[in-house]
């Protein structure tokens, strides 16, 4: 089946710092990623959607320029918290998909725990 | 916009028991329809999907699903339930005409009592 990593498993960082998170395609080339964020005991909640080579669709209300997103190659998505304050603090999810533009399923990475002390 | 409602934010059953959770969708086409299960601090699995095609689907570790045009459903089901079903459970609805971009419902933890 097809496998998305997540890097790193938890991170915990200080205010005011910038924090990465890498999402891979592990055996199969994902055209687009999605990057969710979901509160405890709560829903996903779609952050953006990553297609390679092109800008990231951020969804209503996400800032763009607080959540850097990357897609550099077809395996490859990372998410960078930029001046990361507590408020911030969530579980980072990323999915992938083969191709944009049939009915493909997501699969899901394992998640990011996100801590801003 | 399509939405997704899961009517019951936690459900108690005993090891061996049946299971059903619900799924309610709004969309005004034919939407593709998932179910995944999350356990504690992980990802997301996928247990089934519905594109087209036969309404009742049969997914991974014993579960079904059974989509229900006139009623907007598409309700979950496991016949005998494991205590390693106890997990959280989400319904999601993609659409074609939103970029097949997935809608979550919020989620329904189940508790299984030996």
């Known amino acids: 089946g097809a496998v998305v990593s997540q890097h790193p498993s938890r991170v915990i960082c200080k205010s005011g710092t910038s924090v990465k998170i890498e999402c891979r395609s592990l055996?199969?080339?994902?055209?687009?990623m999605f990057w969710y964020r979901q509160f405890p005991k709560q829903s996903l909640m779609l952050m953006a959607t990553?297609?390679?080579?092109?800008?990231?669709?951020?969804e209503q209300g996400v800032e763009k320029d607080k959540f850097l997103i990357n897609h550099a190659s077809l395996t490859l998505s990372t998410l960078t918290v930029t001046s990361a304050h507590p408020e911030d603090s969530s579980f980072y999810i990323c999915?992938?998909?083969?191709?944009?533009?049939?009915?493909?399923?997501?699969?899901f990475g394992p998640g990011t725990r996100l801590l801003v002390l | 916009a399509q939405s997704v409602t899961q009517p019951d934010i936690h459900i108690t059953v005993s090891e061996g028991a049946s299971l059903e959770l619900r799924c309610n969708y709004s969309?005004?086409?034919?939407?593709?329809l998932f179910w995944y299960v999350q356990s504690p601090g992980q990802g997301l699995q996928l247990l089934l999907k519905?594109?087209?095609?036969?309404?009742l689907v049969q997914g991974i570790k014993g579960f079904e699903a059974e989509f229900k045009r006139s009623q907007s459903s598409f309700n979950l089901r496991k016949p005998s339930v494991h205590w390693s079903d106890a997990a959280e459970y989400f319904c999601a609805v993609g659409a074609l005409a939103a970029g097949n971009k997935l809608t979550f419902g919020g989620g329904t933890r189940v508790l299984v009592k030996p």
């Open positions: 519905y594109f087209s095609g036969d309404t």
């Open positions: 055996d199969f080339q994902a055209t687009t």
């Open positions: 990553s297609n390679e080579g092109s800008k990231a669709t951020y």
């Open positions: 969309y005004g086409a034919t939407p593709y």
């Open positions: 999915s992938a998909r083969f191709d944009s533009t049939r009915r493909e399923t997501q699969y």
